[in-house]
């Protein structure tokens, strides 16, 4: 298995550009999230989604849009990038049934707007 | 509402000796607890986890963790600190009420000295 799986792993974006943030797993699991890391913030919940076709806001949704049409692929999309969105993000997933599992993340995408 | 607070953003100490991580947590409902590590430009990986089985957890690389209802609290500790421990520790609730949202603490950067 090769897990969760992120691309790219940098990008480098002009403000008011837009792009996509790929994320894909292949452990068949219901649950993927989007986070994002700042400095001295830890991790804040972007969006997340416990199947295919539903997805819920987190902490931080302001910004970014997201979708889930199959299991394996839970894509993050900027509208219209802002310097306030420069940050490293991390798709994570895990399995949702009778209990919590822990999560599973991916390497990250460094993003940085200017 | 679910919240996770990591009472000290750096420890420092030397090799060899204890290591002390403090969580405290907030969670409505039965909370399910984890402690990852995050090596420098690395991505997210569990160290061990609490889900209401046995109070005292052991996780990978010598670390534990004990879960304590009456003080809200499920701090990191291991007994003698190595070079390769220097990392950032993140504490994270969870709970099934919740959808497995997870809410991260702001971490805790371990330095270890020789």
């Known amino acids: 298995n090769a897990g969760v799986t992120q691309t790219p792993k940098f990008q480098v974006l002009k403000t008011g550009q837009s792009m996509t943030l790929q994320c894909a797993q292949d452990m068949n699991h219901e649950y993927m999230s989007w986070y994002r890391q700042d400095p001295g913030m830890g991790l804040r919940l972007i969006h997340y989604?416990?199947?295919?076709?539903?997805?819920d806001q987190g902490e931080v949704p302001n910004g970014y849009n997201v979708s889930r049409s199959t299991t394996e692929d839970f894509p993050l999309r900027l509208l219209s990038a802002a310097p306030s969105q420069t940050s490293v993000y991390f798709c994570a997933s895990n399995p949702f049934r009778d209990r919590v599992y822990e999560q599973y993340f991916g390497p990250g995408t460094r993003l940085t707007v200017t | 509402a679910q919240s996770v607070t990591q009472l000290d953003s750096h420890v420092s100490v030397s090799e060899g000796t204890p290591v002390l991580l403090r969580c405290n947590y907030s969670s409505s409902y039965s909370p399910s607890l984890f402690w990852y590590v995050q090596h420098p430009n690395k991505g997210l990986q569990l160290l061990l986890k609490?889900?209401?089985?046995?109070?005292l957890v052991k996780g990978i690389n010598g670390f534990e963790a004990e879960f304590k209802k009456s003080e809200t609290s499920f701090h990191l500790t291991k007994p003698s600190a190595h070079m390769s421990d220097a990392a950032e520790y993140f504490c994270?609730?969870?709970?099934?009420?919740?959808?497995?949202?997870?809410?991260f603490g702001s971490g805790t950067k371990l330095n270890v000295k020789p």
């Open positions: 994270v609730v969870s709970d099934r009420v919740n959808f497995n949202k997870f809410y």
């Open positions: 609490y889900t209401s089985a046995a109070t």
């Open positions: 989604s416990v199947g295919a076709g539903i997805t």
